[in-house]
């Protein structure tokens, strides 16, 4: 497993592939952080947004960096198609943990805000939601399902913007919703802990569906 997580580092950064996402989150947290002040779980609502689209843009990207004869040579060598997702998976979710240490520094350091432990264990919790979020999105979203990129563009955007923007629904919109009209983060981290557990959930759905939708293909 750990061979095939440095494979696809390698191979995400030698292609840039990464970089769309990256600077996609950047941007977005900067115009919606930049010379903030008051709520910190307002701020880190805006990063855990941020997060959840790159996310799934970069589980895409790690996904489609080989082609189909390529990746069945990583397949014969792993042994298991599924060893292969879950490899892609985890390499997302270590890209995905250095920007969310992006995301909890950079409204402290452009922002003024007050720092808690609790705000910074909520900003963590909302974060990790998001990058569970998007990935769960990203992966049947990738080119293990649609070889056409601009059906899988469609789809994407849509299940984005019906998970951030469908009122009440869990695990982003609510939690989102939760951190922009409290501004104690004390009592959020409850509720976060539970929609981050949702998130996770859908993840793991996410990664078997696309396995069993995949067949097991390159």
Known sequence: MIALIRYNFATTLHTQRYLP???LFLGLLAVLTVNGGGSLPAAYASAAGALFVSSAWLATAVLGVDDPAQR???VVSAGRSLKVLLASVLSVLLGCLVLLVTG????LWMGSYRLTPAGLLLGVEAQLTGACTGIAIGLPCSRLLFRRQGHALLTAVALLMGTLFTQGLPPLNRLL???ATTDDPAR???PGGAMLLVAVALLATATAATQFLSGGKP
């Open 188 to 190: 959020l981290l409850a």
């Open 104 to 107: 909890l520094v950079f409204p």
């Open 177 to 179: 919703r939760l951190m």
């Open 21 to 23: 996402p990256v600077f």
């Open 72 to 74: 069945a040579i990583v």
